[in-house]
T-cell receptor
Framework: DQQVKQNSPSLSVQEGRISILNCDYTNSMFDYFLWYKKYPAEGPTFLISISSIKDKNEDGRFTVFLNKSAKHLSLHIVPSQPGDSAVYFCAASARGSGANNLFFGTGTRLTVIP | NAGVTQTPKFRILKIGQSMTLQCTQDMNHNYMYWYRQDPGMGLKLIYYSVGAGITDKGEVPNGYNVSRTTTEDFPLRLELAAPSQTSVYFC????????????FGEGSRLTVL
């Protein structure tokens, strides 16, 4: 049972436009959400996170939105750049469990077309 | 500035063979983890450690063993390799229990034939 779901395996966007990556979760106990970025032949790298007490967190071109009632979060990248082409993983953790109980989605491959 | 280092990067095993995936981190992190990623799937936690001498099972521990004798090293042992263990393995570390912000190694691709 996949508690964190990324239903779009891939997404293509023109350079300069907005990229929106979506993630849904089923466990209402999740209270911290993260996005990781992965290039080929490399390990995932942490990108941005959000606590359940917030509904938005922004870091430069990256913004994560959280809709707790819908159990949905999204990552917005604007403007998109070719270097953003990578696989993006959504992850979630439950209260008090921290990093040893982190659930990952299956990933969305973003391609930014120059 | 090495971060988390995994070896080997690639390995082909025959069914029934054993091997150890090595993982070393130079950030003095207390927490270390082993994940596996199967094609089209998210990362799943195999084992984790909260400090030297302390390890615990994750979501998919069967067929694996770990040890943590030092803060830096967290090897993953595969006993009696099976085709189902064909996967990409990632070692990761974090300073504390925190919120899930992990530092990952580059991964080790293992094929069992």
């Amino acid at each position: 049972d996949q508690q964190v779901k990324q239903n779009s395996p891939s997404l293509s966007v023109q350079e300069g436009r907005i990229s929106i990556l979506n993630c849904d979760y089923t466990n209402s106990m999740f209270d911290y959400f993260l996005w990781y970025k992965k290039y080929p032949a490399e390990g995932p790298t942490f990108l941005i996170s959000i606590s359940s007490i917030k509904d938005k967190n922004e870091d430069g071109r990256f913004t994560v939105f959280l809709n707790k009632s819908a159990k949905h979060l999204s990552l917005h990248i604007v403007p998109s750049q070719p270097g953003d082409s990578a696989v993006y993983f959504c992850a979630a953790s439950a209260r008090g469990s921290g990093a040893n109980n982190l659930f990952f989605g299956t990933g969305t491959r973003l391609t930014v077309i120059p | 500035n090495a971060g988390v280092t995994q070896t080997p990067k690639f390995r082909i095993l025959k069914i029934g063979q054993s091997m150890t995936l090595q993982c070393t981190q130079d950030m003095n992190h207390n927490y270390m983890y082993w994940y596996r990623q199967d094609p089209g799937m998210g990362l799943k936690l195999i084992y984790y450690s909260v400090g030297a001498g302390i390890t615990d099972k994750g979501e998919v521990p069967n067929g694996y063993n770990v040890s943590r004798t030092t803060t830096e090293d967290f090897p993953l042992r595969l006993e009696l390799a099976a085709p189902s263990q064909t996967s990409v393995y990632f070692c990761a570390s974090s300073l504390d229990r925190g919120t899930g912000e992990l530092f990952f190694g580059e991964g080790s691709r293992l094929t069992v034939l």
